[in-house]
């Protein structure tokens, strides 16, 4: 099946850097999303995106589905923004639309 | 309005007993999704229903038995719970199931078997 790796595992930020996290797949999907959990649990999509950019006030993220990875792009960092980030994808071709998820990137914004 | 929505948002039991978990989606979605993540945060599918047929079950123990009454809701019955069935399930809903298209998801349950 397919395999969809992200990194770094961990990230610490100090408020107002930026950061790019990577998510790499193993082949074609027709849905990839990405996912914030806070630190309540909850899990709020960020965006939906098999293929191109879009951005969404500091957040961006692009995916090169030719090139199998997708990069979500964090701008001016907030302590708000602490929490793991997820990708999800849903491979093409197939019968079903379930998403198989990345192990995630766990990001601490330090005031 | 919440597009999915789950009850309860907390579950604590013993082992041994039977709890479900019900969700429901105003989204007019055809497709529904119920996908657990464990201690490590890892989330993975267990099941997908279409218009109340079953069209994914990932090699989920038969004491897991999802049922969809209508495309609106698709509830999870546990039997027998055991401490490894502690985690936090999430009920999601997409309108089709085999051409991509944005999965909604809802608060999650977290169940702790004791």
């Known amino acids: 099946g397919i395999q969809v790796e992200q990194s770094p595992p961990d990230l610490i930020l100090q408020e107002g850097a930026n950061s790019t996290l990577r998510c790499n797949f193993s082949?074609?999907?027709?849905?990839l999303q990405w996912f914030h959990q806070n630190p309540w649990g909850q899990l709020i999509n960020l965006f939906y995106i098999p293929s191109g950019t879009k951005q969404n006030g500091r957040l961006s993220a692009t995916t090169v589905a030719t090139e199998r990875y997708s990069l979500l792009y964090i701008s001016s960092s907030q302590t708000t923004d602490s929490g793991v980030y997820f990708c999800?994808?849903?491979?093409?071709?197939?019968?079903?639309?379930?998403?198989?998820f990345g192990t995630g990137t766990l990001l601490a914004v330090q005031p | 309005d919440t597009a999915v929505s789950q009850t309860p948002k907390y579950l604590v039991t013993q082992m041994g007993n039977d709890k479900s978990i019900k969700c429901e989606q105003n989204?007019?979605?055809?497709?529904m999704y119920w996908y657990k993540q464990d201690s490590k945060k890892f989330l993975k599918i267990m099941f997908s229903?279409?218009?109340?047929?079953?069209?994914i079950n990932e090699t989920v123990p038969n004491r897991f038995s999802p049922k969809s009454p209508d495309k609106a809701h698709l509830n999870l019955h546990i039997n027998s719970l055991e401490l490894g069935d502690s985690a936090v399930y999430f009920c999601?809903?997409?309108?089709?199931?085999?051409?991509?298209?944005?999965?909604?998801f809802g608060p999650g349950t977290r169940l702790t078997v004791t």
């Open positions: 999601a809903s997409s309108q089709d199931s085999g051409r991509g298209g944005l999965q909604y």
């Open positions: 989204l007019g979605h055809d497709t």
């Open positions: 999800a994808v849903g491979a093409r071709g197939g019968a079903t639309n379930k998403l198989i």
């Open positions: 229903y279409n218009n109340k047929e079953l069209i």
């Open positions: 082949d074609s999907v027709n849905n």
